[in-house]
């Protein structure tokens, strides 16, 4: 038996590294002696890059940080000048630092120990033995076995056996390429049909996926996205504008308003140290991590970080059929004739037990095709093509010239599948597969039987389906089966609209595509190639996709997605380039994952917010001080007091709490417009309190006490408007931290440089006081008054 490809003309690579070569028999494979030595010798299938940072990666990582230097050269200049008070803002620094290495170390750990559990396995040839190995174990010259579905790890010489293979994922072709014997199998590429034994040529950072990773990485920097990006261009603009600002304000200070070399310091290093979101980018880098560890938790592997973000925004949700929507067992319910006259009943069976007998077991439909005609001394065939998502159809040549076509209706008969057509339409109405079997001879097909499968929709598929449209979540189901099956399925699911179909066929433009998807649910017949059509389309109408997927006709779809979600019990391929990796294979795990990615971003959202009140204020009260005749009114240790109990303490709480609302906007934009008007108060208030203490002669001791109770005032009334609406924790969390900050009022103030009032400065911060909440509310409805102006 062999498969009929066109020949290969590329040549086999040869590993860079001058080692000698070992050529083992495909049938032996390398000895466990011979392993060892190419272990030892450093030429086993070593990744490029690790998923995962190393220890002293994530120690040095949180350690040398450019804000981190900040803070130490301000503390030594607190230190030279005899202010040891106010170097309490360090605590806080420590108690992050110590906090982010604890976390992201124990992330690591969890993670770690899923990798081991979620590794790609590939199967080898050693000591004439057939074994799975991870492929990260694989050696020079190793054996190695590759069938439908298997991701080419390491670049190869095809030894035995012809296969179908899409080099997409790296040549960006999505042609499917016969190789066979001598051919060379590129690293990155996927095997679309067909089994082959192969030696690897070139592994690790020698492979070809490998050298294109590494030139990347050379190129350019690989750049965080989402949250982590605007987070880092924020810190970038910071980190530019901290310095000069520090030092004109300084030299207003010092050399123009006459304030000592130590008030001088101390009023800088307030300015400095509020102008820096230190705890941020932590809180969201940790946040994260942490996130990604309760998925895991929920069985689903989360390749990147940026995904549980990219989740939490999905406002699109592609789904293929099988896998997905019904179970993956298939079973064959009925066989209808076509044609008797040709071949009875008995007669068609043995021809499609000889038929699948002769063609691997490599997807769900052909392996119930098997189950149900069975034959225990089956013909041999001469020549064999396999099913492939592109064809649609199989095709099996005996001796005699006699040849027999399995496959979609309409692909199989063309133009004559009218003929039958009310038949097809009867059963595939019920939701049942249906595949048309024939004598194929000089181009035309004799139809012989409607080969009638079953594929059962899975119990929990309308509770998961349900969550999704609760949520606002809009469904579509891309599938390569016959529309009107597809349609029934999905409307015995509970997806709406899913009458709503159309057969991708009858698309032969890119402009039609893109109109079928602004108008259908259900999209039948469709190619890998248009899968990824429709998920371009639905990105290009402005939709967050997220696409599902376990078999290799949804690969480039799911490269294509916004976010990709894979069955593992699917194809590696489709594993290895997903997002997400469901390890139960359970869709209806998803809704628990999506839950999560909603809760962390959305309360990494809201703390934000809290963060940037503070920063946004000090920048704007530090330019003002460099021009104006007053002295920077805040210390290090005032602004330490009020960022402890309005934004560490009650971001650490808030950041765990419950939150599975759809993520909207850009991250930065929505965390802006929640602070605005919070630091915009600040610096209204706290200006207008630095004019009344000039006017009124009032001691700069006294004037930065007033400041800062209203500042945590301002960061109290801004805890309120992001924990509504309360419950019974968030009522407790503000009511601890307002009783906490009146304690250090009371018994500790000279801890953090507060002192006590004078009538007049009292009176000032009881009138001032009053004003915070109205002024509060003015510049929200400015801004909601701006946003509604932009928005049209």
């Known amino acids: 038996m062999r498969r009929i490809f066109n020949r290969s003309t590329k040549s086999s690579n040869t590993s860079k590294r001058k080692v000698k070569r070992i050529y083992a028999s495909p049938?032996?494979?390398?000895?466990?002696?011979?392993?060892?030595?190419?272990?030892?010798?450093?030429?086993?299938?070593?990744?490029?890059?690790?998923?995962?940072?190393?220890?002293?990666?994530?120690?040095?990582?949180?350690?040398?940080?450019?804000?981190?230097?900040?803070?130490?050269v301000l503390a030594l200049a607190l230190v030279a000048v005899g202010s040891y008070q106010d170097l309490l803002f360090m605590v806080?620094?420590?108690?992050?630092?110590?906090?982010?290495?604890?976390?992201?170390?124990?992330?690591?750990?969890?993670?770690?120990?899923?990798?081991?559990?979620?590794?790609?396995?590939?199967?080898?040839?050693?000591?004439?033995?057939?074994?799975?190995?991870?492929?990260?174990?694989?050696?020079?010259?190793?054996?190695?076995?590759?069938s439908r579905g298997s991701h080419i790890y390491a670049d190869a010489e095809l030894l035995e056996g012809e296969v179908m293979v899409d080099e997409s994922l790296v040549t960006g072709e999505s042609d499917e390429i016969p190789k066979k014997r001598g051919d060379f199998l590129l690293s990155g590429s996927f095997i679309v049909s067909g089994e082959c034994k192969a030696r690897l040529e070139n592994i690790g950072e020698d492979s070809f996926v490998s050298q294109l990773t590494l030139a990347a990485k050379k190129g350019k920097k690989r750049q965080p996205a989402g949250m982590m990006k605007s987070l880092t261009r924020l810190l970038q603009v910071?980190?530019?504008?901290?310095?000069?600002?520090?030092?004109?304000?300084?030299?207003?200070?010092?050399?123009?308003?006459?304030?000592?070399?130590?008030?001088?310091?101390?009023?800088?290093?307030?300015?400095?140290?509020?102008?820096?979101?230190?705890?941020?980018?932590?809180?969201?880098?940790?946040?994260?991590?942490?996130?990604?560890?309760?998925?895991?938790?929920?069985?689903?592997?989360?390749?990147?970080?940026?995904?549980?973000?990219?989740?939490?925004?999905?406002?699109?949700?592609?789904?293929?059929?099988?896998?997905?929507?019904?179970?993956?067992?298939?079973?064959?319910?009925?066989l209808i004739l076509l044609n008797e006259d040709i071949a009875d009943e008995k007669a068609v069976r043995r021809l499609l037990a000889d038929f699948a007998a002769n063609l691997p077991a490599n997807n769900a439909t052909m392996q119930a095709i098997k189950d149900h005609f069975k034959s225990f001394h089956p013909r041999r065939a001469k020549e064999i093509h396999e099913f492939t998502s592109k064809t649609k159809q199989s095709r099996v040549l005996f001796d005699n010239n006699e040849e027999f076509i399995l496959g979609a209706p309409e692909i199989v008969l063309?133009?004559?599948?009218?003929?039958?057509?009310?038949?097809?339409?009867?059963?595939?109405?019920?939701?049942?597969?249906?595949?048309?079997?024939?004598?194929?001879?000089?181009?035309?097909?004799?139809?012989?039987?409607?080969?009638?499968?079953?594929?059962?929709?899975?119990?929990?598929?309308?509770?998961?389906?349900?969550?999704?449209?609760?949520?606002?979540?809009?469904?579509?189901?891309?599938?390569?089966?016959?529309?009107?099956?597809?349609?029934?399925?999905?409307?015995?699911?509970?997806?709406?609209?899913?009458?709503?179909?159309?057969?991708?066929?009858?698309?032969?433009?890119?402009?039609?595509?893109?109109?079928?998807?602004?108008?259908?649910?259900?999209?039948?017949?469709?190619?890998?190639?248009?899968?990824?059509?429709?998920?371009?389309?639905?990105?290009?109408?402005?939709?967050?996709?997220?696409?599902?997927?376990?078999?290799?006709?949804?690969?480039?779809?799911?490269?294509?997605a916004d976010c990709s979600i894979a069955m593992a019990s699917g194809s590696d391929v489709a594993s290895q380039v997903s997002d997400l990796v469901l390890l139960s294979s359970n869709f209806d795990s998803l809704p628990s994952v999506v839950a999560e990615g909603r809760r962390v971003i959305n309360n990494i959202e809201r703390t934000a917010s809290l963060f940037l009140v503070k920063n946004i204020f000090s920048f704007a009260l530090a330019l003002i001080s460099i021009t104006a005749v007053f002295a920077y009114p805040l210390t290090p240790a005032q602004l330490a007091l009020v960022s402890g109990l309005t934004i560490g303490v009650p971001a650490f709480f808030l950041a765990l709490e419950p939150n599975s609302e759809l993520v909207r906007g850009n991250f930065l934009i929505n965390v802006?417009?929640?602070?605005?008007?919070?630091?915009?108060?600040?610096?209204?208030?706290?200006?207008?309190?630095?004019?009344?203490?000039?006017?009124?002669?009032?001691?700069?001791?006294?004037?930065?006490?007033?400041?800062?109770?209203?500042?945590?005032?301002?960061?109290?009334?801004?805890?309120?408007?992001?924990?509504?609406?309360?419950?019974?924790?968030?009522?407790?969390?503000?009511?601890?931290?307002?009783?906490?900050?009146?304690?250090?009022?009371?018994?500790?103030?000279?801890?953090?440089?507060?002192?006590?009032?004078?009538?007049?400065?009292?009176?000032?911060?009881?009138?001032?006081?009053?004003?915070?909440?109205?002024?509060?509310?003015?510049?929200?409805?400015?801004f909601e008054k701006v946003t509604e102006l932009i928005k049209r």
């Open 414 to 560: 063309g133009d004559q599948v009218y003929l039958y057509e009310d038949l097809i339409n009867a059963h595939a109405s019920l939701g049942k597969r249906v595949l048309l079997f024939g004598s194929y001879r000089y181009g035309y097909t004799e139809p012989l039987a409607l080969v009638i499968l079953e594929n059962p929709v899975k119990p929990t598929a309308k509770d998961t389906f349900s969550y999704f449209i609760d949520q606002g979540v809009e469904l579509k189901v891309i599938s390569g089966d016959n529309p009107l099956t597809v349609s029934i399925v999905a409307k015995q699911a509970g997806i709406p609209k899913a009458d709503n179909y159309i057969d991708a066929t009858t698309l032969t433009s890119l402009e039609d595509l893109e109109e079928a998807v602004r108008k259908y649910t259900v999209f039948g017949r469709v190619t890998p190639e248009q899968k990824k059509q429709v998920i371009k389309a639905l990105k290009k109408a402005g939709k967050t996709v997220a696409m599902t997927g376990d078999g290799i006709n949804d690969v480039l779809a799911l490269k294509e």
């Open 27 to 72: 049938d032996i494979g390398l000895t466990s002696e011979q392993v060892n030595m190419r272990i030892n010798q450093g030429l086993y299938n070593k990744e490029v890059e690790s998923p995962t940072k190393s220890t002293s990666e994530i120690i040095l990582g949180n350690i040398l940080t450019y804000f981190n230097l900040i803070f130490f």
């Open 92 to 146: 806080i620094v420590g108690a992050n630092l110590i906090i982010g290495i604890v976390q992201e170390l124990d992330a690591k750990r969890k993670l770690d120990e899923l990798v081991i559990i979620s590794e790609t396995m590939a199967t080898v040839v050693r000591d004439r033995k057939v074994m799975k190995i991870p492929v990260d174990q694989l050696v020079l010259d190793d054996i190695v076995i590759l």
């Open 672 to 782: 802006l417009y929640k602070a605005f008007p919070a630091a915009l108060t600040n610096l209204f208030i706290v200006i207008i309190a630095v004019l009344f203490s000039i006017a009124f002669k009032m001691p700069l001791a006294e004037i930065s006490t007033v400041t800062t109770i209203l500042i945590a005032f301002v960061g109290f009334c801004m805890i309120w408007r992001v924990s509504t609406p309360f419950n019974l924790r968030r009522i407790i969390l503000f009511v601890s931290l307002i009783i906490a900050f009146i304690i250090i009022l009371i018994f500790v103030p000279s801890l953090f440089s507060l002192s006590p009032l004078s009538l007049g400065s009292g009176l000032v911060l009881f009138v001032l006081a009053l004003l915070i909440i109205p002024v509060m509310n003015f510049f929200t409805k400015c």
């Open 238 to 334: 910071i980190g530019v504008l901290i310095i000069p600002i520090g030092v004109f304000l300084y030299r207003r200070q010092v050399m123009i308003l006459g304030l000592t070399i130590k008030e001088g310091v101390e009023s800088t290093t307030g300015a400095l140290v509020g102008m820096i979101p230190a705890g941020l980018y932590l809180l969201v880098s940790v946040a994260l991590a942490a996130s990604v560890v309760r998925i895991a938790k929920k069985e689903t592997v989360v390749h990147e970080f940026k995904s549980v973000e990219t989740l939490a925004r999905v406002n699109v949700l592609c789904l293929d059929k099988t896998g997905t929507i019904t179970e993956n067992d298939m079973k064959v319910t009925d």
